[in-house]
């Protein structure tokens, strides 16, 4: 979760609390984050012959905000946003090793998957290897390397520039007044 | 609300219904369901609703979610017959990815259009614009099934009012949000007040009502009971049986009365034993059960919750039950995996395996019909 400090303006129209026009401005930062992850998506480079994920685009499906105070708290509730955008170091949870697809026909599947179906897979691990394969029994095919853990480093471009969001927040406030206005008239 | 609490709030429905006939339940009733295409076992949908909703927080991925669900559907004997292989199959990627996409997908949709149209949003953001999101192979043709729903063009953009009756419309699902199909690749954007005046969408002036939302702030419309002899309310006895409710002068599911009585509200009957749980018993406790109900009060159920859910739960044997494992108890009383004496005389314990390698216990003295005297989750033992 990330908040979000916007300026509000001084003097309100009649009939219009501070509470309408900080959900106003909640919206407008969820409207940067969703616009900023699709664009993510269309651009997002893709690995020779692997499927598009629609990672991003689950990520901008995943966003909410809400006000909070003078601030808009930012909720990305998918798996590994947060990962991607502060860093970190991923270890094994459930298994000795963390398998990272290497055949587009695996993508986006956990190895304990394949062999729940059919035990189709036969683990590699050269001696004194930090790494090791999965491979398809029947075809010799590499589908899996694994690693002991891997290390992301933060990337802050997941969400847009705080200025992209803070713009969007203030247009927001401006066509809540601008509505309000016209509606007293 | 988070769409992970939206989805937990749905009831769980199995029926022999296939995907068509749910879309023609009336949407105020459908979507309170949690149902999926011609299934009727409870355990498969309470582990499909729970992991969808894991999935929906960003706690579980879709692999993770195909992996548990195969799983549930081991414990409950699942069998896809001459389905094998088909996108009726529960087994398959494309049918259990169906599930959680559109289960997470719609409950997502759900809480963006809530905080969409709340006052302060509609105010600078009056109307929603429909775009392509994500690219198709062979896109359907949204622009002509704008126009033939009677949507608007402006400038050449599909755009309408937050709460223009177009957005239900164009859905598939009868919901004002995405998706609006199955695969559509179709989204929505905002369009803020000044462009939408500029357009020609709205009136300088015009306010936009936000839609209205109940006490639970969900935007459902209440389906009215309007008498036994109601031909809406037969049908829906004949599709779902004691699974569909009145309550008070509004049609329920039986799941929504679980949940209340869950969460210490009210009671609930849950019907008398079944030949399924007469089959573990005989001799004089056989008798004894013939033709006894279980019923459960709120305050039973909050009793137990205050000793077994969440941090509660002290002992290590036991995993701490969750607010949906209470939807089972009709299920466990209807069909148990096993039944075993318990440790007082008269005393029986219902058991049913559950996804997250638990076994939820009933216990119930079946010498003074069918008293409830225990609800808790134990951890499966280990070499299980």
Redesign the interface.
Known sequence: MLKLTVKSPAKLPDGMTS??????????V??AVV?HL?RR?STASRRAGFPQS?YW?DA????????AGDAAEV???????ALHYYGGTVHPVTGKALAIPLDPSVA???P??LN??ADSLALIWPKNSSHGFLKDKDTSNLLYLLVGSTRHKADRSVLPEDGEMAAEAE???A??I???E??G? | MTASEKILQKALVGSKLDSRMWNGIQAGLRDRAFFSSQIESARILHSARELSSRVASGDLSVSDFRLKMRHALYLDNYDPGDRRGTVKDLLTEKRLDLIVKTNVAQARGYIQHLQATNEGALLAYPCYELVRVAERKQPRNWAARWRNAGGRFFGGRMIAVKTDPIWTRISAFGNPFPPFDWGSGMGLDEVGYAEAVKLGVIERGEKIEPPKIDFNGKLEATLPFKGHNDPEWLRLKDAFGDQVVYNGDAIAWKGEIMQGVARGEGSVRLGKSTQTLLSHFSGLDREHLENTSLSLTGEWVAQHASKHMGENEKDPHNIPLAAGDFELIPSLWRNPDRVVRGKYAGSSVLTMETFDGGILNLVIDHRSGAMPLSFYKQKMPEGR
């Open positions: 509470r309408t026009l900080s959900l106003a401005a909640a919206q407008g969820q409207v616009r699709r998506h629609g685009l901008a499906a995943s966003t909410a905000t809400a006000p909720t990305v509730e998918k798996e590994g946003v986006g599947k956990n304990r998957e729940g179906l247009s927001a406030m066509n809540a601008m509505a309000m016209d509606a008239k």
